[in-house]
């Protein structure tokens, strides 16, 4: 473990204040503003938080210091499956941070061992607490990684020393309710998970590879299971096979902290009525086809996640999918960034950043009807969001800007609607659309776009309401080849050229604009 997160943690608490202890999520988003590039360690602290450690630090002032430490850094090794050096980090680190040791003590008890209690102990998930401790929770509308209690733990270790070699035999000749720890290694593998069990990575991620030529690294065929901290690599390409990396028919599977690619397919598959997976601090990438893929009315959660430079969309959602996409990046794609088209699909995209993609950074498709909200979506070789062929979709309080194309495109048919947005330094108009397309735009913010701020061509109709359209390099608002637009109680003033450009056999209704 690296000390310069446990230095930033000493500088937030000194800036921030103690609360911060009492709101996992924001001191996750203060680790990763101040040493984002330590993922292992940002997620060691943040458990830590959830377990209520630092609480725990504050509160037990009359048990013996030693005492104390290693009774903590045993319930992280017991709960979260942590590492014996990875959970006493942890809990050290915290203890610097609040003034519960000194810069001495911290040396002194980083070499003390822990006391281990026996391992029969049964184990208690991280989200089976009391009422009490869940207070402390900020977001109740987060998953979490639960399972049920687990009975005893197993070693899995490829170069022998653990009680099995291999995941699947381990999987194969444990009972339900098992934790398998994995030890540092390379394991060339197809693994079904067809038990409740915990898959845990006893190691820096890129320490425990799963490598699988015939299917895939992992396919969920149970109600519920963990996997976490493993490095998943599908290399169908090898044999001339084509499979997910991870495929998730069905259940609850929460996969977290892992690295994932696959050669031949899309890195992730979430498919079926009954697939419903939390999917947190992963990285996914590099995929020949999508990075995640939702499919046949899949459900689930995607948290915190990199997802990136995969050959197809980062993020697909089709035929009926309704998926949750929360605080990801997903970026450099060598197509879409996040897709969504087909009977119904929808799903929530909200606090991300979606950029760098060859074709637009959103799109919106046959009847698919997604939500955006606070995203910023930037740095497209197209369209910043493309709605077309009878696309809805809602894009809510999104900062859409220097994209190449339009930062909002719309045409056949596509009818998104735009809120609150800020639509701005683009290299063609800010939003375009043609060839009959529809669309609300409310609130928004719309400027410094070279051509028009809203363009309207091909019969396509637009109703705009209470924006300011200005230091556009042209006009505010152009309306042409038949179509209609109506503006009303907008700030249309300041534009390079006029307020308006418009035609012969166009409607347009102003009321309440300032021009």
Not at 337 to 361: M, P, S, T, Y
Request: proline share 3%.
């Amino acid at each position: 473990m690296n000390d310069l997160p446990r230095q930033k943690l000493v500088e937030i608490v000194a800036k921030h204040g103690v609360s911060v202890i009492e709101n996992p999520r924001r001191c996750e988003g203060l680790l990763r503003d101040y040493c984002g590039r330590f993922r292992r360690e940002i997620s060691v602290l943040t458990m830590a938080v959830e377990e209520r450690i630092p609480l725990d630090l504050l509160a037990a002032k009359n048990t013996p210091r030693q005492v104390l430490l290693n009774r903590l850094t045993q319930r992280l090794c017991d709960n979260l499956a942590l590492s014996e050096s990875a959970a006493r980090w942890a809990v050290i680190s915290w203890a610097f941070a609040l003034g519960v040791v000194s810069s001495d003590e911290l040396k002194i008890n980083e070499q003390q061992p822990v006391e281990h209690a026996p391992t029969t102990a049964t184990f208690v998930p991280t989200t089976a607490r009391t009422a009490t401790q869940n207070k402390v929770q900020p977001n109740k509308k987060s998953r979490s990684a639960s399972a049920t209690a687990v009975q005893k733990t197993v070693i899995v270790s490829a170069n022998g020393n653990g009680d099995f070699t291999r995941i699947g035999e381990a999987l194969r000749n444990v009972a339900p309710n098992t934790r398998l720890i994995i030890r540092p290694g390379s394991y060339n593998e197809s693994v079904v998970i067809d038990k409740i069990v915990e898959i845990i990575g006893d190691g820096e991620p890129e320490e425990i590879e799963i490598v699988s030529t015939d299917s895939s690294c992992f396919q969920m065929q149970t109600e519920k299971a963990i996997v976490r901290g493993l490095t998943l690599r599908g290399s169908g390409a090898r044999t001339g096979r084509a499979f997910f990396a991870v495929d998730i028919p069905r259940g609850e599977l929460f996969l977290e902290d892992c690295d994932i690619n696959s050669d031949s397919l899309s890195c992730i598959a979430v498919h079926g009525s009954y697939a419903n997976p939390l999917i947190k601090r992963c990285r996914i990438h590099d995929g020949a086809d999508s990075g995640v893929y939702f499919f046949d009315n899949a459900r689930g959660q995607i948290e915190d996640c990199d997802i990136y430079r995969n050959a197809n969309v980062g993020a697909a959602i089709t035929n009926g999918a309704n998926p949750t996409i929360k605080n990801c990046r997903i970026f450099e794609g060598k197509s879409g960034g996040v897709v969504a088209w087909q009977n119904g699909a929808a799903g929530l995209i909200e606090d991300c950043k979606i950029f760098g993609h060859r074709l637009a950074n959103v799109g919106i498709s046959e009847y698919a009807n997604p939500t955006f909200r606070r995203c910023e979506i930037y740095g497209s070789t197209d369209a910043g969001v493309f709605v077309h062929r009878n696309g809805y979709g809602a894009l809510d309080e999104c900062d859409i800007y220097s994209n190449e194309d339009a930062e909002v495109a719309v045409s056949t048919g596509g009818n998104p609607v735009l809120r609150r947005c800020a639509i701005h330094n683009g290299n063609n108009s800010g939003v375009i659309v043609r060839d009959k397309g529809h669309g609300l735009i409310e609130n928004c913010n719309i400027y410094d776009n070279a051509d028009a701020g809203v363009a309207i061509y091909g019969e396509s109709v637009v109703a705009v309401r209470r924006c300011n359209i200005h230091r556009n390099g042209k006009v505010a608002i152009r309306v042409k080849e038949a179509s209609a637009a109506s503006v009303e109680d907008s700030d249309l003033r300041g534009n390079r050229i006029a307020a308006w450009e418009s035609e012969a056999g166009v409607v347009v209704e102003r009321k309440g604009n300032r021009e």
